[in-house]
């Protein structure tokens, strides 16, 4: 009778631990999937999330990166990269790293400038600026709105 539950245990643990692991295999792949990375699957084109909170973002070193859910990071000093893994989720850009205008206005994954930004609600949220515009400007202008729709589009891009 031991021996039989110690079976069924075992049978258990081993079948849970490989439904947690496809189930973070199944997120890692989702995020890389709609995540804006660059070519070497490095997110934000390689700047350093947390210099962002400092108003002044600057690019990160490959020497010091972590990987977090699947997606690289980049850090411009071990401190940055120790505060990141304190709480990786405040420092993950919205909307994946596309342009927070286009995720509310449209839903399309827009490119961005790393260099363009705004902290919402201690977040960080990217815009596209270039030959068609500045898309922070826009979006000052209708924040309220855009919001809920790039968080409702967002969601939906992730199922």
């Not at 010091?64 to 120790?82: A, H, P, V």
Request: hydrophobic share 35%.
């Amino acid at each position: 009778m031991q021996y039989q539950k110690f079976i069924v245990f075992t049978i258990t643990l081993v079948v849970s631990i490989s439904i947690f692991a496809q189930s973070e295999f199944s997120l890692n792949e989702i995020r890389k999937k709609h995540f804006r990375l660059n070519s070497d699957g490095v997110a934000i084109d390689g700047f350093d999330p947390v210099s962002y909170f400092s108003n002044n973002p600057i690019k990160g070193k490959k020497e010091i990166s972590k990987e977090y859910q699947g997606i690289i990071y980049y850090f411009s000093s071990i401190e940055n990269k120790k505060i990141f893994e304190q709480n990786p989720d405040q420092f993950e850009p919205k909307y994946g790293g596309w342009c927070a205008y286009a995720m509310g206005e449209s839903g399309d994954k827009v490119e961005i400038d790393p260099k363009r930004f705004k902290i919402i609600d201690g977040k960080i949220n990217l815009f596209y600026d270039g030959i068609f515009g500045d898309t922070l400007i826009p979006w000052n202008q209708n924040e309220k709105k855009l919001i809920p729709k790039a968080n409702e589009n967002w969601k939906k891009l992730m199922k």
